[in-house]
């Protein structure tokens, strides 16, 4: 018998002990943490940049109650449709202030344009922190977390805030979750570990534990939607004017739009959308109290 048929039995066995081994680690990625965040990052930019619009279902939280929305993407930002508040059609009072809205963006040019210029605003700041997050933070990879894959990040000390909301950002320690097929971002949940000054403490604060958590879906190959956004920071900015930025929405039900909607055709289609959610809820009431009255 050779030396190399008395040795295949032991590399046999040594290979089961380095398999099992290697397998109470976690499996990283192929790319480190920082560059597979720059692509995630990058991606979303693509995206952004190619104008793709949505309409979706929108709930949103707030004071107590619940609002639910009918949302269109158009050229110039979102339009929104109030649809019921706390799972019953909205009042007359709040449907007629909510028509004595949409009636002025449809025949006010000044209420479109600042739509259109607050919307650009927002957009703006959202590139800029993508723009920001590989180097605001210190990424490091923790391997899978079902399908996705998990990295932990938390501030990077040697970068250095240029404005207020770098400042913000910057002091947020939490969880990535990225989706490696398209390398897009699926989870980002961050929460603040320290007291945020402003000025030295002078102009404002934000208090140590706000939190902000984003949900990504797929909603077709190389687009992804935003399904969850909240936010719960307070503080104090401004000299003596509270923060309270309390955010709670989640969008269900998208489907595509025409890359070209505008308001107007927004709308259209809203009116559209909210007359046929109107007739299934009222629907769903007379099956409701027929229920009631076979009891």
Not at 77 to 84: D, E, K, N, T
Not at 264 to 270: N, P
Request: aromatic letters at 6%; proline letters at 5%; a neutral charge.
């Amino acid at each position: 018998m050779t030396m190399l048929q008395n040795l295949r039995p032991h590399c046999t066995l040594l290979g089961l002990v380095a398999f099992r081994v290697l397998s109470v680690f976690p499996q990283l990625s192929a790319q480190n943490p920082k560059q597979l965040m720059t692509d995630v990052c990058q991606n979303e930019l693509h995206q952004r940049q190619q104008n793709a619009l949505w309409a979706s279902q929108v709930e949103r939280r707030t004071t107590g109650h619940v609002y639910r929305e009918q949302e269109i993407d158009t050229v110039d930002g979102p339009v929104r449709r109030l649809l019921s508040v706390d799972g019953h059609q909205s009042s007359p009072s709040e449907q007629k202030q909510d028509d004595d809205r949409l009636r002025g963006l449809r025949e006010n040019p000044k209420a479109r344009l600042t739509l259109k210029k607050n919307s650009e605003a927002e957009e703006k700041k959202v590139d800029d922190i993508l723009r920001a997050i590989p180097d605001i933070f210190l990424f490091q990879d923790q391997g899978k977390q079902g399908n996705l894959e998990r990295l932990v990040f938390h501030p990077n000390p040697a970068y250095k805030p240029s404005t207020y909301k770098e400042m913000a950002l910057h002091a947020l320690s939490g969880v990535v979750l990225i989706d490696l097929r398209e390398k897009r971002l699926a989870r980002f949940s961050g929460t603040l570990t320290q007291q945020v000054n402003f000025g030295h403490g002078l102009l404002g604060h934000l208090s140590k534990g706000g939190m902000i958590e984003v949900n990504r879906v797929r909603l077709s190959p190389g687009q992804w939607g935003t399904s969850l956004f909240q936010t719960d920071f307070d503080g104090r900015f401004a000299i003596f004017k509270n923060i309270s930025k309390h955010l709670d929405e989640t969008h269900n039900d998208f489907e595509p739009v025409p890359p070209d909607t505008d308001i107007q055709r927004a709308l259209e289609q809203i009116v559209r959308k909210s007359a046929n959610w109107s007739q299934t809820t009222q629907g769903d009431i007379e099956r409701s109290h027929e229920s009631e009255k076979a009891f």
